[in-house]
């Protein structure tokens, strides 16, 4: 049952990936300005024709849309996005590289979200309508309002100007954590206070459910009942909030990454919008959109783990 | 007497909500023994659940409590929340009314059967696991093994009652408090559930049964009270309650089921906030007097009590 699921599952993937790929590959394609003149343009301004008809040759942008598209997706499909215009590396290599650095930002921030919200939100269920509630649910709403990037100047004032614990941008060799820190609370924090008011709402809802009440019958202690009989029930809706927060903070963040100079994916697609850097942009948005959807998958097997009820559903 | 096992007396429970206080158990006083089968019935809203919710001690957090329970000598009433949860499942049990409510829809069936055992009788897991099984193949609930691994959603409704009652004698408890066992469900059903908790009883386990089913109640029952309006109007053995039910409003009620014609009581339900002086009945009382709105004294008789003018 849970096979057959799971093949149906991935199919469905397959229509979904040919229209996202048709998108990210003509919304460019539309996008005004011509690639080859941009880069054959001088810095005084002119360009020569010769010179321009060349590049679209060696670039195959002579060729008819659906051809550029169908070229792109066969190469694409084996993991070849092109060269960048620019620098003329490897698309691919590039976005992994970038990804790469995202993804290490996206765990940790998760990490903290996480571990702020779930103990928030459950204390803030159980308190609730008392002092501790409204700190909390003040709190995330503080969370939710204070935009990133002044959270961010906020703590280089503090971390690395005033008491210096924390550099205040940069990369370090990549494994130096304390470089992470900083950008990753701000994504966490931020990704905090929406699962803090989700985890709250949906535990009070648990919390009043009759099988609580008779789970305190059989006389277990409140510690078991919340943890065993209701946090598991009331995370089961919040799952999907985790899984959106993943999709956003793996897309990256260019406000967060430019700020704290961290060369992640978001900063990549912003980089090579500006610079026309089509090939680039192409191959960032698929990817990031692959990635998405790979976290919506899992997000759903996840569902299914949770919820015996979708397990054995012979029929779904 | 030692042969009682619960002894509840001059227990008030009041609920203060948005639209006033709601009275809801006043000064209720009654016993249970050993091995007896005790039927609170009544309408519903006047106040059984609460009743049976207060003994548990589990109330509503807003709730107000006073008055004494004593379960097996000990006065539960005064027991700390860590040492009460020692009661609950172990001594004295619940069993809901609707079990896809009652049962965690995400843990699987045998394991939450399995919880009083391992909370209170200090079983490992898998000692639990395998009496958890008998307990389920002795309620019909088969193959066990396969059963007890499944979901509360998999089960039918009669089978998923069957394994709420394993759960709720999963510990062996003295007392066993049935809230509304019957209701919503079919005649066929009904008897079922009778023969179950018979099954039970017949080991020795004491039940408070609360329910608006006087059918039910006279089947299982060794004694009844009658609640109307948070308070206990009267308290009998079944054979004498139904041969000559001595209440006004337990006349009244038992002229309103079926087979003694339906005649339905005049008059609405009292509200639970700003109820009647004197004789919470008497607005509808057929018999009543001037002296009914003064507090009806509690009169006992042959071993009866009730609580009305006429008998005093």
Known sequence: MLNEYFIRRVLYLVPVLIFISFMSFSLIYIAPGDPAEIMMTSPSGGYDEAAVEAFRIAHGLDQPFYIQYLNWIKNAAVGDFGYSYMSEQSVFETVLNAFENTLKLSVLALAIALVIAIPLGVVSALKHNTIVDDACRFGALLGVSIPNFWQAYLMIIFFSVIIHWLPASGFGHGTDISYMIMPAAVLGTGSAAVMVRMIRSSMLDVMGKEYIQTARGKGLSEKIVIIRHALKNALVPVITVIGLSIGFLLNGSVVVETIFGWSGIGNLVVDSILSHDYMMVQGSVLFVAVIFLLINFFVDLVYVWANPEIRYDKTS | ?312
């Open chain 2, 1 to 312: 007497m030692s042969d009682v096992l619960l002894k509840v007396s001059d227990v008030s429970v009041t609920i203060p909500t948005e639209q006033g206080t709601v009275h809801a158990v006043d000064n209720a006083t009654f016993s249970i023994n050993k091995h007896e089968v005790f039927s609170l019935i009544g309408e519903s809203g006047s106040g059984k659940s609460i009743l049976g919710q207060a003994i548990m001690r589990l109330l509503p957090l807003n709730a107000m409590f006073s008055g004494k329970v004593e379960l097996g000598g000990m006065e539960i009433s005064a027991l700390s929340e860590k040492e009460m949860q020692k009661v609950r499942g172990k001594i004295v049990s619940s069993i809901a009314q609707n079990p896809y409510l009652a049962m965690n829809p995400g843990i699987r069936v045998g394991t939450q059967v399995a919880e009083p055992m391992q909370a209170h009788l200090g079983m490992s897991k898998e000692d639990a696991k395998s009496r958890t099984c008998q307990a389920l193949k002795y309620f019909d609930i088969t193959p066990p093994e396969v059963r007890e691994r499944e979901y509360p959603f998999q089960y039918s409704g009669g089978m998923l009652q069957r394994a709420m009652v394993a759960m709720g004698t999963a510990a062996n408890p003295e007392l066993i408090i049935a809230d509304e066992p019957t209701k919503g469900v079919d005649v066929l059903k009904k008897r079922n559930i009778a023969a179950i908790f018979q099954k039970v009883a017949s080991k020795g386990c004491a039940f408070l049964l609360i329910t608006h089913d006087v059918g039910f109640a006279r089947a299982m029952s060794d004694r009844i009270a009658v609640n109307y309006c948070g308070q206990i109007i009267e308290i009998a053995e079944k054979e004498p309650f139904f041969k000559e039910p001595l209440h006004p409003y337990s006349q009244a009620l038992l002229d309103a089921v079926p087979e003694r014609g339906m005649h339905p009581i005049p008059g609405p339900s009292p509200s639970m906030i700003e109820v009647p002086e004197g004789c919470r009945f008497h607005p509808r009382c057929p018999n009543k007097a001037d002296r009914c709105l003064k507090n009806p004294p509690v009169v006992e008789i042959n071993g009866r009590c009730v609580r009305c003018w006429m008998y005093a």
